[in-house]
């Protein structure tokens, strides 16, 4: 972590092919599992396409909400009927590895460094209490302490960590914010906070970092707003909120693979999308690396975009608490145990064609699963989008691949495994760039490391 060369990846490596349609490929490849490992057999389950659901999650939310007015076209893929099992298949992950933070509170987020060159060993951050602790992952297995950051404050929860880095040299750092709503850039090789932003008044419920700019941060937040902050000159370039805006409390976001768009949810049930590329909004960018506090007499005049350029309440009927691009289709989950693919107009309208007037929405495929009706439970994808990986409220994990080029008469099924020991909420996921090490961090502070087994190798 001490070498100065760029660590980034390039331009022609970054952005990973679009898929036209998402959908699941059965893996029934027999896998081995390690001696010293409990793994439960896989059960394959058919989830069907279906937004037919008569009962709400018990969360914290228990009032009815209005699920919205729009309408909602389903494109079904190898039609309808009872919930089956499938043959049973072993795992296509063995878990590894399993450490525990002393603190012994809840990790509620997970990264793992995208920005390593190739022989480096891969390492990752996490998020818990008011720690930020960096770990190196073995080859084959391990997990190893390298150090960890304590906030001088005993009351500070951290709930996200995000991976950014140096535009000059290269060098990683990492990001974190949390109940205070302040974010911590903290330097992995001097273990220093070399800079903090008082970014919201409130909680701050995920980071996220623009996938072309390393300098700005959208910060996520209990306040009902987004903010995109610029960290190279300290200043808030954009607040995505008010009269159209979110509601309630807003829990997730995420840019597209250009970053040309943003996909946000919350407690409001909604799901919003916001455009950056319009010359308002580009202009404001480029003057936030303009502006100097010093030479400046005035603040930097911060742009606001009050009405997003999409929004529906159809998918979901309860708090959405992740959300992430799968191409131009979106992934979203809220606590009705599933996560919806799903796009906004009908299938062959384009993104940039959407009104925000627009109310229809197409769900392609619903990615269904068991015990996981509490929020603030993140799934992830992988770099080349080809895994889905989500655990439970009860310690399991599932494993969709998503992999296959035509969806037509396929019915989705994923692979579950769980370990004895693990049985508390899996709060976040994390997987490696190709999709050979799966992360999970757990409520009682525990970290899990499960490894591909060879047999069941993306293609």
């Given amino acids: 972590m001490g070498d100065t060369e760029k660590m980034v990846p390039s331009t022609s490596e970054a952005l990973p092919k679009r898929k036209k349609l998402p959908f699941i490929r059965e893996n029934s490849q027999d896998t081995g599992t390690s001696e010293d490992v409990e793994v439960e057999e896989t059960v394959s389950e058919v989830s069907t396409p279906t937004l037919e659901s008569t009962s709400r999650s018990g969360t914290p939310t228990s009032y009815t909400g209005s699920t919205g007015t729009g309408d909602t076209t389903v494109v079904r893929r190898g039609g309808r009927g009872k919930r089956g099992k499938g043959p049973k298949l072993k795992p296509v992950y063995r878990c590894t590895t399993h450490v525990k933070e002393e603190h012994g509170q809840p990790i509620f987020g997970v990264a793992i460094n995208p920005f390593f060159k190739e022989g480096d060993p891969l390492?990752?951050?996490?998020?818990?209490?008011?720690?930020?602790?960096?770990?190196?992952?073995?080859?084959?297995?391990?997990?190893k302490l390298l150090q960890s950051y304590v906030d001088a404050d005993t009351n500070e929860m951290f709930y996200c960590v995000a991976w950014i880095y140096e535009e000059l040299t290269g060098l990683p750092l990492l990001a974190t914010a949390g109940s205070r709503g302040i974010v911590r850039i903290v330097s992995p090789i001097t273990l220093q906070c070399v800079k903090h932003?008082?970014?919201?008044?409130?909680?701050?419920?995920?980071?996220?970092?623009?996938?072309?700019?390393?300098?700005?941060?959208?910060?996520?937040?209990?306040?009902?707003?987004?903010?995109?902050?610029?960290?190279?000159?300290?200043?808030?370039?954009?607040?995505?909120?008010?009269?159209?805006?979110?509601?309630?409390?807003?829990?997730?976001?995420?840019?597209?693979?250009?970053?040309?768009?943003?996909?946000?949810?919350?407690?409001?049930?909604?799901?919003?999308?916001?455009?950056?590329?319009?010359?308002?909004?580009?202009?404001?960018?480029?003057?936030?690396?303009?502006?100097?506090?010093?030479?400046?007499?005035?603040?930097?005049?911060?742009?606001?975009?009050?009405?997003?350029?999409?929004?529906?309440?159809?998918?979901?009927?309860?708090?959405?608490?992740?959300?992430?691009?799968?191409?131009?289709?979106?992934?979203?989950?809220?606590?009705?145990?599933?996560?919806?693919?799903?796009?906004?107009?009908?299938?062959?309208?384009?993104?940039?064609?959407?009104?925000?007037?627009?109310?229809?929405?197409?769900?392609?495929?619903?990615?269904?699963?068991?015990?996981?009706?509490?929020?603030?439970?993140?799934?992830s994808i992988d770099y080349?989008?080809?895994?889905?990986?989500?655990?439970?409220?009860?310690?399991?994990?599932?494993?969709?691949?998503?992999?296959?080029?035509?969806?037509?008469g396929t019915k989705a099924r994923f692979s579950t495994f769980s370990h004895p020991k693990c049985n508390t909420a899996i709060r976040q996921t994390a997987l490696s760039r190709d999709a050979a090490i799966l992360l999970c961090v757990c409520d009682n502070g525990t970290i899990w490391r499960w490894d591909r087994t060879k047999s069941s190798s993306i293609t």
């Fill in 197 to 379: 932003i008082v970014a919201h008044g409130n909680p701050i419920n995920e980071l996220k970092v623009h996938p072309n700019d390393c300098n700005l941060l959208l910060t996520v937040s209990k306040d009902n707003s987004l903010r995109m902050w610029n960290i190279k000159t300290n200043v808030l370039v954009i607040v995505f909120g008010g009269v159209e805006g979110h509601r309630d409390e807003v829990l997730s976001a995420d840019f597209n693979l250009d970053g040309t768009r943003i996909i946000s949810c919350g407690m409001d049930h909604s799901l919003k999308m916001w455009t950056l590329n319009k010359e308002r909004i580009q202009d404001t960018i480029k003057s936030s690396y303009e502006y100097n506090s010093v030479k400046s007499p005035k603040p930097f005049k911060s742009m606001c975009v009050n009405i997003p350029d999409f929004s529906t309440r159809d998918i979901h009927r309860n708090y959405v608490d992740c959300v992430r691009w799968l191409g131009d289709f979106i992934l979203s989950k809220s606590c009705e145990n599933a996560i919806v693919c799903w796009k906004p107009g009908d299938i062959q309208t384009p993104l940039s064609d959407i009104k925000s007037s627009e109310s229809q929405v197409t769900v392609v495929y619903r990615f269904e699963y068991t015990s996981c009706d509490i929020w603030f439970m993140r799934f």
């Fill in 123 to 143: 390492t990752f951050a996490t998020a818990g209490s008011n720690r930020v602790s960096i770990y190196e992952l073995g080859e084959t297995e391990g997990i």
């Fill in 384 to 408: 080349w989008q080809r895994v889905i990986a989500l655990g439970n409220q009860i310690g399991k994990v599932f494993v969709w691949d998503i992999d296959v080029d035509d969806p037509q």
